[in-house]
């Protein structure tokens, strides 16, 4: 097990269209034996940053450390890592057994004895043994999959590191080996960093989670803080399954009284929104998730009426996709309700879940009216256990 520590880390690749920056001054620590998650859309930069880690790309500017040792210019077989990719790499015409020893047998530091017994631990801890005579192309996915993270586990590396290496699955089994990965990081304590765009899987997987965006870390928390307490409009955005709605609301000001204006409904702020706000601002971005509206009573304080355009009914809850001022939205509401396309809903939009967006920058802005994050997360977890 390491520490890996990425120190200013810049990666430039040139193009036909100029330079294109993939990291942008990434700062990041992993602590020894953390499982961290590195998420964010197509083009972020993610897989990059993970490469770069392992070695397979070159730093433009900055270091990377495994362990305290500076490993910049190290090739990827003296970095002690392992790498699991999304494609899964195995040699075809090497049965399962060949592809997981394959590595040790290239760094000839071990008897063919002491390799077998590796890899029938890692066989039978991945659930394998019986495959390992087979060929790739006799395997699922999900096989290989196992077959790849075993050929990861035998190098006893210091760190693994993963690729998007669920997206080629199918839903029920991405499940299954997500809970895998989880239970295999914990069993051997390794530092892992796991890369993928998918928010469920850094969700549920990750001691901690780096959201990134155009090549920079947007945030670095815990999962259930980047949802509570997000730090800026993309990761509210970007974590949430539905994600966030956004309303872009014109500021007025009276005195010592702030109203918000949308074209078609204005919001009452409460006391501590309305300190939160700079009075120089003129418009401001409002953010609220789709399980935080509640269904309201007519002419109720931030009750608007909207139009319902399509439910999507989901067993205990439903989305209910509604239309706002022009723009469609969404609220997920209890399944006992009974709504149809088309008709008029008065939804209402609390306060202290509402949270609050510089209207240029983007930047979060604190609602103190909000739950504290430990209050909010304490709260959920509560929630999740009974």
């Known amino acids: 097990m390491a520490s ?85 790499a195995l040699y075809p015409h090497l049965d399962a057994r060949a592809n997981m020893s394959f590595g040790l047998k290239m760094q000839g530091e071990l008897s063919s004895e002491e390799i077998e017994q590796r890899v029938d631990e890692a066989s039978k801890m991945m659930g394998i043994h019986e495959l390992l005579d087979k060929m790739p192309s006799e395997l699922s996915g999900g096989q290989q999959q196992r077959i790849a993270l075993g050929r990861a586990i035998v190098r006893d590396p210091a760190v693994f590191l993963m690729d998007e290496p669920l997206s080629n699955l199918d839903a029920k089994l991405r499940t299954k080996m997500r809970t895998e990965i989880q239970e295999l990081q914990a069993d051997l304590g390794t530092t892992t960093i796991y890369v993928t765009h998918n928010q469920t899987e850094a969700m549920t997987m990750a001691d901690r989670i780096a959201v990134m965006d155009g090549g920079e870390i947007q945030q670095i928390s815990t999962p259930l803080e980047a949802y509570y307490e997000p730090t800026n409009e993309f990761v509210a955005g970007f974590i949430g399954s539905p994600s966030m709605n956004f309303l872009e609301m014109d500021l007025e000001w009276t ?27 003129s418009a401001i971005s409002l953010g609220i998730r789709p399980e935080d509206i509640e269904l309201g009573e007519r002419d109720g304080e931030n009750v608007t009426d909207v139009e319902v355009v399509v439910v999507e009914p989901l067993g205990k809850e439903q989305l209910v996709y509604f239309e706002l001022g022009g723009e469609k939205h969404k609220a997920s509401l209890s399944g006992e309700y009974d709504i149809r396309t088309g008709e008029t809903l008065p939804l209402r939009f609390p306060t202290r879940k509402v949270h609050l967006f510089d209207a240029e920058s983007g930047e979060t802005i604190k609602n103190r009216d909000r739950q504290s994050s430990g209050e909010s997360i304490d709260a959920a977890l509560s929630a999740e256990g009974e």
């Open 4 to 88: 890996v520590e990425l120190d200013s880390l810049v990666k430039r690749f040139g193009g036909p269209e100029g330079t294109i920056v993939a990291n942008d001054n990434i700062d990041l620590t992993i602590e020894d034996g953390e499982f961290i998650v590195i998420v964010g859309p197509s083009g972020s930069g993610k897989s990059t940053a993970l490469r770069t880690i392992a070695g397979l790309e070159e730093p433009t500017e900055g270091r990377v450390l495994i362990g305290g040792e500076d490993v910049t210019d190290l090739p990827p077989r003296d970095r002690d890592v392992a790498m699991v990719f999304q494609n899964y």
């Open 255 to 281: 005195d010592e009284e702030l109203a918000f204006s949308h074209p078609a409904f204005s919001y009452q702020p409460s006391i501590e929104m309305r300190q939160a706000i700079d009075r120089s601002a």
